[in-house]
């Protein structure tokens, strides 16, 4: 049923021209080199240490792998991850 | 920048926050919308950034997570605030030192008068004291116009005059007027100042008394101040009144300067071998005191500076204090020699920078002779430089009245 939904509001979003993180509520990652990671739409931290976060979304978590990683910016609609990012992970 | 801004105005805190699940602390204050930033953790715990007003509203959230929280650090004007209420004086000496600093920076303290060559500046102190520019004055209170005014018209000399203020200088600019020299128009001949062979002469106003050829001598009259009328033909009639008048003419003669120049082969060339001794004498009224000898060594050749200090007048008139430091350089004897070619040059050079002194500007150069003399010791070279040129040798000298003027 959700499968069926999702892809009917996918076709949607194709024909009017809508981004599709905001019909589907995907989450948006943006990257910086390999220094900052910009989580917007997510749904809170699960875990947080120097070298793993792990960010609590829509379906799933993203592991975020690294070391001297820091949040630097923490709010609702978004999360900014600074320090060197070695590996993200989806994991549905 | 503009979000530090906000915080520094809100007021930031730093905490601690240990327990089980830091992490539901944190989305619980994301729940929130607490706005958090900074966040670390190494092994004492998790640290995160808060504002101020954020920390009251977090106690609730705190409990609920089953965490503790410690403040480690705060930062922002409301802390800043506090702090300066318990040290009341000193913001009030800060405001106080403003306000003195404002006060006397509106007060003239010094007048600096620029721009004058001929006008003595105290007179124009003077002026300016007299109609209210003084030191000690409220700067809104000067009338400027007033002060410029009347210095334009004590002083006629004065072409422009301006007054500005910079900081608590007051800068009087005067512009003087070029007043074109007044001619002497006393009666006056011409003498030659220099030896020479006139090569040219041409009387514009008096009478010649030598010719294109002659040889005059220092002092020697060229140009005599008398009015001229037509050639004198018979000596024995008596000659019409003459009337002084001032010489005027074109004389030019040729002149030769000469000048030696030597310069030694080997010299002896003094230099300091960096050590030195300092003594200190003292002296009171008649008495002098060492206060530090320098011990006499007749084998070394030493250099001596003497430094003396003096007390400014007003504090010296009692008792004059005095004190000399004198310092005692070792120096080192070296020899220099310098070639037979290099020797020349130098003299040379000796030679004509002797002569430039003598030469005027406008002085035509018509030959230069260097000429190397022999000399019986062997040490020396010496060059002899003559010049010879074509100048004016004229020089007005006032005929004074009691002077009367023989005419030929």
């Known amino acids: 049923m959700q499968y069926r939904k999702n892809r009917h509001l996918q076709r949607l979003a194709g024909i009017l021209e809508i981004p599709q993180d905001i019909v589907l509520d995907l989450p948006r990652i943006t990257m910086l080199g390999n220094r900052q990671l910009l989580v917007e739409n997510h749904k809170g931290i699960i875990e947080y240490t120097p070298s793993l976060v792990r960010i609590k979304l829509e379906q799933g978590e993203l592991l975020i792998h690294g070391h001297e990683l820091i949040l630097s910016n923490l709010q609702v609609e978004q999360i900014l991850v600074e320090g060197t990012v070695e590996e993200v992970k989806y994991d549905m | ?408």
């Open chain 2, 1 to 408: 920048m503009i979000c530090n801004m906000s915080h520094y105005i809100s007021g930031t805190v730093k905490i601690k926050v240990s327990g089980v699940m830091p992490e539901k602390f944190i989305n619980l204050c994301v729940i929130q919308n607490i706005f958090l930033w900074g966040l670390t953790k190494n092994n004492e715990g998790l640290f995160v950034c808060m504002r101020l007003a954020d920390f009251f509203t977090i106690r609730p959230i705190v409990r609920n997570s089953k965490n503790h929280i410690q403040v480690v650090d705060y930062s922002g004007l409301p802390f800043f605030a506090r702090k300066m209420k318990r040290r009341k004086m000193l913001v009030i000496g800060a405001v106080l030192f403003l306000i003195i600093l404002n006060t006397l920076v509106s007060y003239i303290w010094f007048i600096d008068i620029v721009g004058v060559k001929s006008i003595s500046p105290q007179q124009i102190r003077d002026i300016v004291y007299e109609n209210g520019l003084k030191p000690g004055m409220l700067r809104n209170d000067i009338p400027i116009k007033k002060v410029e005014n009347q210095i334009m018209l004590t002083l006629p000399e004065v072409a422009w005059v301006g007054i500005s203020f910079t900081g608590i200088h007051a800068v009087v600019e005067i512009v003087e007027k070029t007043i074109p020299k007044t001619q002497d128009k006393a009666p006056a001949n011409i003498i030659a100042i220099k030896d020479g062979v006139i090569t040219e002469i041409i009387a514009l106003a008096g009478q010649s008394l030598v010719k294109k050829g002659d040889t005059v001598k220092k002092g020697d009259l060229l140009i005599k101040g008398v009015s001229y009328e037509g050639p004198i033909v018979d000596s024995t009639i008596s000659s019409p009144p003459s009337q002084k008048i001032r010489a005027n003419g074109i004389i030019k003669a040729r002149v030769w300067y000469e000048s030696y120049g030597e310069s030694e082969l080997v010299t002896n060339v003094y230099e300091r071998t960096g050590r030195q001794e300092i003594g200190v004498s003292l002296k009171v009224g008649q008495q002098e005191f060492q206060l530090k000898r320098v011990a006499e060594k007749p084998e070394k050749i030493v250099e001596v500076e003497v430094f003396n200090k003096k007390l400014s007048w007003w504090r010296n008139q009692d008792i004059a204090v005095e004190s000399n430091i004198s310092t005692y350089y070792e120096l080192n004897a070296k020899r220099v020699e310098i070639s037979m070619e290099e020797a020349k040059e130098q003299s040379k050079v000796r030679a004509i920078t002797a002569l430039q002194s003598l030469i005027p500007e406008t002085a035509h150069v018509l030959s230069r002779n260097i000429e190397v003399l022999q000399m019986p010791e062997k040490n020396l070279v010496r060059v002899k430089v003559s010049v010879e040129t074509v100048e004016d040798i004229g020089e007005f000298v006032t005929i004074k009245d009691e002077d009367n003027i023989p005419l030929n």
